[in-house]
């Protein structure tokens, strides 16, 4: 039965872990979620700065005199298909 004895070693196992108390864990939760809202508004603070500073970079870059011209299309002809046989 390696199974009961795999289970009987675990046991034996967390008997040795030290578990924080509830204070800690309230304090590493805290912590943990404090640590994300700043690296969150400092990550978001460079994201907004480099995309307005892109964007400002590309509005003075100065506009060719020949503009691009618009890709027209044309429909495709409608194609009916009949799967009905005549007998």
Do not use: C
């Not at 509830?22 to 460079?46: D, E, K, P």
């Not at 500073?53 to 495709?76: E, F, M, Y």
Request: hydrophobic letters at 45%; charged letters at 10%; zero cysteines.
């Amino acid at each position: 039965m390696a199974f009961i004895q795999y289970l009987k070693d675990t046991r034996g196992e967390l008997r040795h872990v030290a578990w924080p108390t509830r204070v800690q864990t309230v304090v590493y939760t805290i912590l943990v979620i404090a640590i994300s809202i700043i690296v969150s508004l400092y990550l978001g603070f460079f994201d907004f700065a480099f995309t307005h500073g892109l964007g400002q970079v590309v509005q003075s870059l100065p506009h060719t005199a020949q503009q691009a011209q618009p890709v027209t299309t044309t429909p495709a002809p409608n194609l009916i298909i009949s799967t009905s046989t005549t007998k």
